[in-house]
């Protein structure tokens, strides 16, 4: 993550330390899906949906994988029709993690158009690297797969966030250890790689902002949209929330 931006008011920052949010800073979506892949709404509905709730910055983060040759066209729609808007509007992607060496499912070319990638663990790889159903993994050794996974892409890079930590064991096995979500802070401080507050996957958001107090990691605010209802979600949720920067005052 860039220093100079690191420096900057924390409100012009797309990114901030967990101590630094503010009121100011989580007016944003920056976890969202349109018609384009698995959501409901068109980008100019999103758009629309995102002033009327006063959102300071959005992202468009479809389901981008390598061989998704409509990514330039969604791209170009994305700016076409942000054109003039109150709302900062960021082109953005969300891809898998392949791997444990931490491989994303992204070109070079893709990766040109985005303002912010996000990279998530959605499928868990088999011996030959092919995806396997969830089913076939043990219970007892589900989650540290997907922590495997994640932590192989914060050692490898190459995207801004870490999207739904945990997400497939909170979805398949009902939570995910506390001291996994620790490595994750922990290992996303050290490369300087934003973790993802998801309203759509975090059972408890205050107690994940509390496991993340100690580490203090760049933190980043995500709804996982896939309606217009959804849109705005986690910065509601956060609103609520005495943060860990405000526990003690």
């Known amino acids: 993550m860039d220093a100079s931006a690191d420096r900057a008011p924390a409100r012009a920052r797309r990114f901030v330390r967990l101590s630094e949010m503010d009121a100011a800073w989580i007016n944003r979506e ?4 349109t018609s384009w892949t698995d959501g409901t709404p068109t980008i100019a509905e999103v758009i629309d949906r995102a002033e009327a709730l006063g959102l300071e910055e959005i992202a468009f983060t479809e ?3 390598a061989d998704s040759a409509w ?4 791209a170009a729609e994305v700016r076409a029709a942000a054109a003039g808007r109150a709302v900062r509007v960021l082109v953005g992607a969300e891809v898998r993690i392949t791997d ?7 070109t070079p070319a ?4 985005c303002d912010v990638v996000l990279a998530s663990v959605h499928r868990f790889p088999g011996a030959d690297g092919t995806p396997i159903e969830f089913a076939s993994v043990p219970r007892e050794a589900f989650a540290e797969t997907e922590l495997a996974l994640a932590l192989g892409f914060l050692r490898r ?4 966030v ?10 398949q096995l009902g939570g995910f250890p506390d001291e996994m979500y620790r490595l994750l802070a922990r290992a996303s401080r050290a490369a300087g790689v934003a973790i993802e507050i998801s309203a759509s996957y975090l059972p408890d958001v205050g107690g994940f902002l509390a496991l993340l107090r100690d580490d203090d990691p760049f933190v980043s605010v995500g709804s996982d949209a896939h309606t217009l209802d959804e849109l705005g979600r986690c910065r509601d949720i956060l609103r609520q929330h005495p943060w860990p ?3 003690s005052s």
């Open 71 to 74: 990514f330039p066209a969604f």
């Open 110 to 113: 893709q990766r040109r158009e």
């Open 100 to 106: 444990f060496e931490g491989s994303l499912d992204i």
């Open 245 to 247: 920067a405000r526990l």
């Open 63 to 65: 389901h981008v994988r």
């Open 162 to 171: 870490l999207a739904h930590p945990g997400g497939m064991s909170q979805r």
């Open 30 to 33: 920056m976890h969202l899906h």
């Open 157 to 160: 890079g190459g995207a801004d």
